[in-house]
């Protein structure tokens, strides 16, 4: 009898046992299943342009002039390999992301053009992009300021030395299957190397990943409508950066293309 006691006992106590081990799996599953809800992959190569250069810039009397250097890259002309990526890509060809304090970019695809900014002190991020709007991630390829502005000019501009992330893309509205099923995520850096120290979260419809490399990348499984995408800046223990314009979210939207819709009925 005692040994059916304890036989009896130990089985209660392995069922005990298991289904908490089931419960522990379970819970994993879910969480992985969150985690993996979008998929973000590395973006392809890019066509690189390494004497891309803006060699200065002037605001005077409300209009932006960039002096931007002679070479492979021209403005309003279509990236190489534009088709070969499979996501948005602009008819208008390459051109300036223009972000202004926290506000979406501009695109430009004159190096002169008009852009009334108002009076007092704004940060300027300019950044030379790919037609699929990609940006270019060089120390040459780019012009970021602190600057104030009176009557329609900079006046006395200072370097930014804070680390900082600046959004990108998404923006706006996608339509059609080629646009929506891969939408490239792209930010911009200054004064800060991700890796150890640092690392840019990104979250996508309030699903966290972490990035620790600057790069551009796919985003895969977002839903028709409006997504929200959120870039922060945080340290090694995941802290946020106390830093000018941290974070950063915007919204942008998906749309079914009304002509491949038709075909499917």
């Known amino acids: 009898m005692a040994l059916s006691s304890c036989s009896e006992s130990g089985d209660a106590a392995k069922k005990v046992a298991d289904a908490a081990t089931?419960?522990?799996?379970?819970?994993?599953?879910?969480?992985?299943?969150?985690?993996?809800?979008?998929?973000?992959?590395?973006?392809?190569?890019?066509?690189?342009?390494?004497?891309?250069?803006?060699?200065?810039?002037?605001?005077?009397?409300?209009?932006?002039?960039?002096?931007?250097?002679?070479?492979?890259?021209?403005?309003?002309?279509?990236?190489?390999?534009?088709?070969?990526?499979?996501?948005?890509?602009?008819?208008?060809?390459?051109?300036?992301?223009?972000?202004?304090?926290?506000?979406?970019?501009?695109?430009?695809?004159?190096?002169?053009?008009?852009?009334?900014?108002?009076?007092?002190?704004?940060?300027?991020?300019?950044?030379?992009?790919?037609?699929?709007?990609?940006?270019?991630?060089?120390?040459?390829?780019?012009?970021?300021?602190?600057?104030?502005?009176?009557?329609?000019s900079i006046q006395n501009p200072k370097d930014v030395t804070e680390p900082m992330v600046f959004y990108s893309r998404p923006k706006g509205t996608y339509t059609g299957k080629l646009a929506t099923d891969k939408v490239m995520l792209d930010f911009y850096l200054a004064n800060v190397t991700l890796g150890a120290d640092y690392k840019v979260k990104a979250e996508i419809n309030g699903e966290t990943h972490m990035l620790d490399k600057w790069q551009p990348y796919y985003i895969e499984g977002l839903p028709m409508g409006q997504n929200k995408v959120k870039l922060t800046l945080v340290d090694g223990s995941g802290a946020t950066v106390k830093t000018p314009l941290n974070p950063v979210e915007r919204t942008f939207t998906l749309a079914p293309d009304p002509m491949e819709e038709a075909t499917k009925q």
Request: proline residues 4%; contains cysteine; glycine residues 6%.
């Open 22 to 152: 089931d419960a522990v799996n379970n819970t994993a599953e879910a969480a992985t299943s969150v985690a993996n809800k979008y998929k973000l992959t590395p973006f392809t190569s890019s066509t690189e342009f390494p004497d891309a250069k803006i060699n200065g810039v002037t605001y005077n009397n409300g209009k932006f002039n960039f002096d931007i250097a002679e070479g492979s890259y021209k403005l309003g002309t279509q990236t190489p390999d534009a088709d070969a990526k499979m996501c948005a890509n602009s008819a208008k060809g390459q051109h300036i992301h223009l972000i202004v304090n926290n506000a979406p970019y501009s695109a430009q695809y004159t190096n002169e053009f008009d852009y009334p900014l108002g009076h007092g002190d704004f940060i300027i991020l300019g950044f030379l992009s790919r037609s699929y709007h990609e940006s270019i991630k060089t120390a040459d390829a780019h012009w970021l300021k602190k600057a104030h502005v009176h009557g329609n």
